[in-house]
């Protein structure tokens, strides 16, 4: 788990509750716009 339980996680549950569309949007983003050096763990 590479971000853990911080303001991304809680900001994917409520877009999620709220439908799953923007949840599965705001997590796809999340992925795409991680910076490339954050793709593996050390």
């Not at 439908?19 to 997590?27: A, E, I, N, Q």
């Amino acid at each position: 788990m590479q971000f853990g339980v911080g303001h991304y996680f809680w900001i994917s549950v409520i877009l999620t509750l709220l439908g799953f569309v923007p949840g599965l949007l705001y997590s796809l983003y999340i992925m795409a716009a991680r910076p490339p050096g954050l793709s593996r763990l050390s």
